[in-house]
């Protein structure tokens, strides 16, 4: 018997051992399912794809076709030719931009208000949320929401009015600093150049803080609440369940809106440096956006503010990928 089983082994390998077909071909490998008809899947999806369809032609027409004006970087474009009856000039209005010690000031002010704005912005949203989140009385958790909500959809003509009223030399800030004794004069906080930018920083934070810790309050919504349980089981206090659970697990939240607001670190805008800003502080409001509005569309020389449009997307597009790349390098996945 015991000689029939080893000729048996020796002619045929058992389907489980590790040199047999099985481990290497059907176990290793999970079988290859028929391509369903791409025409049978969008049937299924139509629905989909016709909710689809108006963003899709919104974008087509209002984002990849003006696209097509950036051929007046390479011209020196006169309104009254058509679009390619121009003289073609290269990378003249590039060269101009890189040699105008203006448009560096500006580079400047642009990074160093933007860089304060993602990290004020995103540290006060998340801490908001946090707060919020920590809220047990439902009503006055509704109640703050929706306040902290409001100044997202004020006009930032409203908002700078208030703001400047309120820094004013007669303004309450003013009043409140010398009634507690702190400074014996009034401080001229829209006059001080070196004041610009925190005042750009504190009021982009008041205004959008609500609005933005919305996506945080989503996320921690969505953690498990057994955590929360076992945590305090162990004895931890509610700042510690914050700490070790609520914001490890809204990291990935946390990465991914870092990655985009760093794409748009170039473009801020210039609503708020132009409605905060004077002739006094007018170096510290100049961001690119109102660079190329006022040297470039606003003296008529529609080929160099495109050049600055182009140099704005090409740095974020650099910014997106390099964010990217880093966000799979510390194990979070890749935004795109």
């Known amino acids: 018997m015991s000689k029939q089983l080893r000729e048996a082994s020796g002619h045929a390998s058992s389907p489980l051992m590790p040199g047999s077909s099985l481990v290497k071909g059907d176990l290793s490998k999970p079988p290859k399912l028929p391509k369903e008809n791409i025409w049978k899947?969008?049937?299924?999806?139509?629905?989909?794809?016709?909710?689809s369809f108006p963003f899709v032609i919104w974008l087509i027409i209002f984002k990849y076709i003006p696209i097509g004006g950036w051929v007046m970087a390479f011209q020196d474009?006169?309104?009254?030719?058509?679009?390619?009856?121009?003289?073609?000039?290269?990378?003249k209005h590039f060269k101009d931009l890189f040699n105008e010690p203006m448009f560096y000031r500006a580079l400047e002010n642009t990074l160093g208000m933007g860089i304060l704005g993602i990290i004020f912005g995103t540290v006060s949203a998340i801490i908001f949320a946090l707060l919020l989140n920590e809220l047990r009385l439902l009503h006055l958790k509704k109640f703050t929401q929706t306040v902290s909500y409001l100044p997202h959809f004020v006009s930032w003509v409203i908002c700078a009015n208030i703001v400047i009223t309120m820094l004013s030399q007669e303004g309450i800030v003013n009043n409140l600093l010398m009634g507690i004794g702190f400074i014996d004069k009034p401080i001229g906080f829209m006059s001080?150049?070196?004041?610009?930018?925190?005042i750009v920083t504190i009021s982009d934070v008041w205004k959008e803080t609500g609005w933005n810790a919305i996506i945080y309050l989503a996320a921690m919504a969505g953690v498990d609440q057994q955590l929360y349980e076992a945590a305090k089981?162990?004895?931890a206090n509610r700042f510690k369940q914050m700490w070790h659970i609520t914001l490890p697990s809204i990291r990935p939240v946390i990465i991914i809106l870092l990655i985009l607001s760093i794409g748009n670190l170039i473009n801020i805008g210039f609503e708020k440096q132009m409605l905060l800003g004077n002739n006094i502080v007018a170096e510290k409001a100049l961001v690119i956006d109102l660079y190329a509005l006022d040297y470039g569309i606003g003296m008529f020389r529609y080929s160099f503010g495109t050049a600055i449009g182009i140099f704005k997307s090409v740095i974020s597009i650099i910014l997106i990928l390099i964010c990217n790349q880093f966000a799979k390098k510390i194990g979070e996945g890749r935004v795109f």
Do not use: C, S, T
């Open 77 to 91: 474009y006169k309104p009254q030719n058509g679009l390619l009856d121009q003289e073609w000039v290269g990378l």
């Open 192 to 198: 001080d150049p070196d004041l610009f930018w925190g």
């Open 233 to 235: 089981v162990d004895g």
């Open 41 to 51: 899947k969008a049937k299924k999806q139509k629905a989909l794809i016709l909710m």
